[in-house]
């Protein structure tokens, strides 16, 4: 392995404070975001050529250049075609991988191509997608060794054994930072229901119980529309408050549609921020977001399907994304166990793995004996999932990248993440670890709990015990949310639990097992307003029509008594005071029983 160059900051926070331009034809480890690394390369003097993995970057950089008064020309889908590439002076152009191979033609075909430096961006993203985009990865790999210069730039380096090997040979420089601060990371495991938890999450930040703006991201579109209707279920409506940021296709819009309200529609990562940020992987790497009030949140669901980026091995190039945020440095990690979780050491990763590939084999086998017409054969093409298959027009292929892939996530994770053996199973603990220069600090945060109060946003109908608990909590100032406010919502909505609080105080309601019936006796029991019959009337909750043992009724009135503080022995016949009723027998096992069936009620009830 060549051994790795390093260039000091020398104090400095930004590349183009020390450097006039990225070294050549290297793996350049620029070790954190926000540094400058593509500011550089669009603000020098030099023709350059920026590759970049997704769309939006492209987007993102073309708002930015505008603003900084830079003439730039993007190549994609969408951009700039042949002649208006050919009609460009300017010294900037950028590119999506995809169409890298069609830039590079035709600067070739200008006779100009060796006077461009190329610098393709998130070259950690050559590995990741070579799981599933290697029309894009190839389009990279033939292209750059055509130009004047190259530089691979990443703050997320591949180790040297899982890098692909036509980019093994490539020197390796890193920036030494004498000024980096560590990164907090705020954890909380769940084992189901994470969309819940997401969705309390961002009401919280609409209804003003969390300060500042959420920016979350989450790789799946479907589950963003889950999370917003959930919301939704719990009377939500203000949709001028969520935006969603993933790819612009007709897929993603039909998905939106179908689930969403007509209000919601794809944003670009560059559009004025809202309180609620959705963000799917085409922004985890490469954009600008700015908001001062921004925090970071990363939820992954292990428990879900196959996606092709496992977002926790993203971690390194998320921490910052929100450029000038005052939360910089912290992000919420919300996650459920993953493959990628357990305490495993490389190498026991690495045969799993291998034994993976061999699996993925057969079944490349079994598919090619399978008849053209067959619907085993068409589903496998129209529905493959799995990372280490790839599908070629209408065959089914080995993905040979597949463990460089694998290998590098997992390597990654490792490193990033403090994970260790609590003697059942592996999980993130609190602790330091650092990776790639940087440290990050992991700390336990409070679980939220779909009960009380939460289940209430959503819509659904809590225990009266944990509504009780919760609200209690909220008078205590116990609970993260500004108390103020959520106090006059729970006086309008749950006014019983909120006069129970202030007339008989925690130490009874938690005496009385936060039950409703007992506290509401209680409450009875203790008014000034209301007269001695109207109490009992009410605390015998006798039914018009209803049949009741004279036993029964003495029993009650005993306990009534005693509450009310009266000082006279119960008997049956005192009913008659306060209602009227007939005498009426009843053979109970074979016994006649004396009973009464309520008729009337004597006694007005108003307090």
């Known amino acids: 392995m060549i051994e790795e160059q390093v260039i000091e900051s020398n104090g400095c926070r930004y590349i183009e404070e020390f450097m006039k331009d990225l070294p050549d034809n290297v793996m350049f480890n620029k070790v954190t975001t926000g540094c400058g690394m593509t500011s550089l390369v669009l603000k020098n003097d030099l023709k350059y050529v920026l590759a970049v993995p997704f769309v939006s970057l492209i987007k993102n950089k073309e708002q930015w250049c505008k603003e900084e008064g830079i003439e730039l020309c993007s190549v994609y889908s969408d951009g700039a075609d042949k002649k208006t590439f050919k009609e460009f002076g300017g010294k900037k152009i950028i590119v999506t991988y995809d169409s890298l191979e069609k830039v590079t033609k035709w600067l070739d075909e200008m006779g100009d191509l060796k006077e461009w430096k190329l610098c393709i961006d998130e070259a950690h993203k050559i590995v990741d997608s070579a799981a599933f985009r290697p029309n894009a990865i190839n389009s990279v790999l033939s292209s750059y060794p055509k130009y004047k210069s190259f530089v691979f730039g990443t703050a997320t380096p591949v180790k040297h ?19 980096l601060e560590s990164v907090k990371v705020n954890y909380s495991c769940y084992d189901e229901k994470i969309n819940d938890v997401a969705a309390i999450l961002a009401l919280d930040f609409i209804n003003g119980e969390r300060v500042g703006n959420a920016h979350i991201f989450i790789n799946s579109v479907k589950s963003i529309c889950d999370i917003i209707r959930k919301m939704q279920k719990g009377g939500f409506i203000n949709h001028g408050e969520i935006r969603v940021v993933c790819a612009n296709t007709d897929r993603n819009q039909t998905l939106i549609d179908s689930k969403l309200p007509k209000e919601y529609c794809i944003s670009p990562v560059g559009c004025g921020v809202k309180k609620v940020n959705f963000y799917t992987s085409t922004a985890f790497e490469g954009c600008d977001i700015y908001d001062k009030d921004g925090r970071n949140f990363i939820i992954t669901d292990g428990n879900k399907g196959f996606t092709k980026i496992d977002i926790v091995t993203v971690l390194p190039q998320i921490i910052g994304r929100v450029r000038n945020s005052m939360y910089n440095n912290t992000v919420d990690l919300i996650y459920t166990k993953n493959k990628y979780f357990y305490d495993e050491t490389e190498e026991e990763f690495e045969k799993k793995v291998h034994h993976n590939i061999n699996e993925a084999k057969k079944d490349v086998l079994e598919f090619n004996d399978l008849r053209p017409e067959s619907t085993h054969r068409i589903n496998a093409l129209e529905k493959n999932d799995n990372p280490y298959l790839l599908v070629d027009g209408d065959q089914l292929c080995l993905n040979d990248n597949s463990w460089y892939n694998e290998m590098h996530n997992f390597s990654t994770m490792k490193k990033t993440y403090y994970v260790s053996k609590d003697g059942t199973e592996s999980t993130i603990v609190d602790g330091t670890t650092n990776y790639n220069g940087l440290d990050y600090d992991y700390e336990k945060e409070n679980r939220i709990e779909i009960k009380g109060l939460n289940k209430v946003k959503l819509g659904r109908t809590p225990s009266f015990k944990d509504l009780c608990i919760d609200c209690i909590e909220v008078f205590e100032g116990k609970l993260d949310i500004i108390r103020s406010a959520k106090i006059v919502s729970i006086e309008r909505d749950f006014p019983l639990i909120y006069e129970a609080y202030y007339k008989l105080g925690v130490h009874k309601m938690k005496a009385l097992e936060y039950r409703k019936k007992p506290i509401e006796e209680a409450l009875l ?18 039914k018009i029509g209803q049949r009741y043992s004279r036993k029964e009724v003495k029993a009650k009135l005993e306990k009534i008594y005693l509450k009310l503080e009266i000082n006279k022995k119960a008997k049956a016949t005192d009913l008659g005071r306060w209602f009227e009723y007939r005498d009426r027998f009843k053979r109970i096992n074979g016994v006649m029983e004396n009973g009464l069936v309520i008729i009337g009620c004597k006694v007005k009830l108003t307090k």
Request: proline share 5%; no cysteine; glycine share 2%.
């Open 161 to 179: 054994k899982y890098q692909l090997p036509s980019l093994k040979h490539i020197p390796r420089v890193r920036i030494q930072w004498d000024n």
């Open 525 to 542: 029991v203790s008014s000034n307003g209301a007269s001695v019959n109207y109490k009992i009337v009410k605390l015998l909750d006798l």
